[in-house]
């Protein structure tokens, strides 16, 4: 991977992967009331399929992360595509909870191995300013495809059935993940032994990085765990067809790629004030659509709270990936289980809140969490930049 022209070719083959492999996830959004209805479930009961898928996530990207820095990230990357996959297409076939639950668990747990592990090979593959150009573009396509899986799920579902939606998912991802075989050229990997006990003593030792990536899991909590629940809201709020649904709600993942354009620029003009400045946004987004009753407003709002995610998440994984940059693929697992465990919390209690309050109590909640967030973020973000300008972290 050694030319720049192969370098941006398999860079736009993951980030396209990661695309379909995100959007799969954020397609659940519309699908709940759908996914419900069919199978004879309550929208909080469908929603453990998202807890699952969450969970399973998290868990096994502490797995994926080892693995990547032991046999090769492309070779992780490989086998992870194949299987989350497979998972989404037997996801359409699930006929009743425990089935969906298990296929969309298996799914997620093979996901793992894509979106970490591909940000980590991009952080090892790419030096200084052009690191954080290739993580973007890829991130872009990422977050890209949470824009469009409201859309498209929607559209499916109005027209279909949710169970296409899955299907159409995992069609496209095996054809890629086929390709990707082809197209991508191994790595080396980094580290000579595996040893997971020896790969996390280092992270564990490290009270720094891991109040750091701790913060991510408020910042899961407080995103997937309330994005879940928008579709409900939504439907609650004005009645609409999941088409209409889905079309407003993928202002969420517009605001996710306005932001991954604009954060890059913003974060040197607003210095210190930068995560500040985006939790206060996220906060007063995730209240408007808890309180307000204008679907304008809350339109507005779930571009606002894109926004916010993308500034909060993209700045928090660069800082991590800087603090181990020996170890990336394990840095970002750590990474990854804090945001996709918070979140399935947030999804499970969140659940528990809707039976109990409605969907705008999940909102009005979360929009604290994400404040205290990114006030925590500032603080250490801000204190690793100090002890980076210090010279106690290598520039690699």
Not at 194 to 200: E, W
Not at 253 to 259: E, L, N, P, Q, S
Not at 272 to 292: P, R
Request: hydrophobic share 55%.
């Amino acid at each position: 991977m050694e030319k720049s022209g192969k370098k941006e070719s398999w860079l736009m083959v993951l980030g396209l992967m990661a695309f379909l492999a995100n959007g799969d996830n954020y397609a659940a959004a519309p699908l709940l009331i759908n996914i419900a209805e069919d199978l004879g479930l309550t929208v909080s009961s469908a929603a453990l399929s998202v807890t699952a898928y969450m969970l399973a996530f998290g868990l096994f990207t502490l797995i994926f992360g080892p693995l990547s820095d032991r046999f090769g990230k492309v070779k992780i990357i490989n086998i992870a595509a194949i299987g989350t996959s497979v998972f989404s297409l037997l996801g359409a076939f699930s006929f009743n909870l425990p089935s969906l639950v298990f296929f969309r668990a298996m799914n997620g747990a093979f996901g793992a191995g894509i979106f970490p592990v591909t940000l980590a090979l991009v952080g090892q593959s790419f030096d200084g300013p052009n690191r954080q150009k290739g993580i973007g573009k890829v991130m872009g396509l990422m977050f890209l495809g949470a824009a469009m899986a409201t859309v498209i799920g929607g559209a499916l579902a109005y027209f279909g059935s949710w169970r296409l939606v899955y299907l159409a998912y995992g069609a496209g991802e095996l054809a890629l993940s086929l390709a990707m075989l082809k197209i991508l050229e191994r790595d080396k990997p980094v580290v000579a032994k595996l040893n997971f006990v020896s790969a996390y003593k280092s992270v564990f030792s490290n009270y720094r990085f891991l109040r750091l990536v701790g913060t991510m899991f408020l910042v899961g909590f407080s995103v997937f765990g309330s994005f879940t629940y928008s579709g409900k809201l939504l439907k609650d709020l004005t009645g609409y067809n999941i088409l209409a649904v889905g079309l407003i709600l993928s202002l969420f993942g517009v605001g996710t790629v306005v932001g991954g354009r604009v954060a890059p620029k913003a974060k040197p003009r607003l210095g210190k004030l930068f995560l500040v400045v985006a939790g206060l946004v996220g906060a007063a987004s995730l209240l408007t659509i808890s309180l307000s009753p204008s679907v304008p407003a809350v339109a507005v709002a779930l571009f606002g709270f894109g926004l916010a995610f993308i500034s909060l998440q993209s700045t928090l994984v660069a800082t991590a990936q800087e603090k181990n940059p020996k170890a990336r693929g394990t840095a970002m697992s750590m990474a990854s289980f804090n945001m996709f465990v918070g979140g399935a919390l947030g999804t499970a209690l969140n659940g528990i809140i809707v039976q109990g309050a409605g969907a705008r109590q999940v909102f009005f909640n979360s929009s604290w969490v994400m404040l205290a967030a990114s006030l925590l973020a500032a603080v250490f973000v801000t204190r690793f930049e100090m002890r980076k300008a210090q010279g106690h972290y290598s520039a690699q």
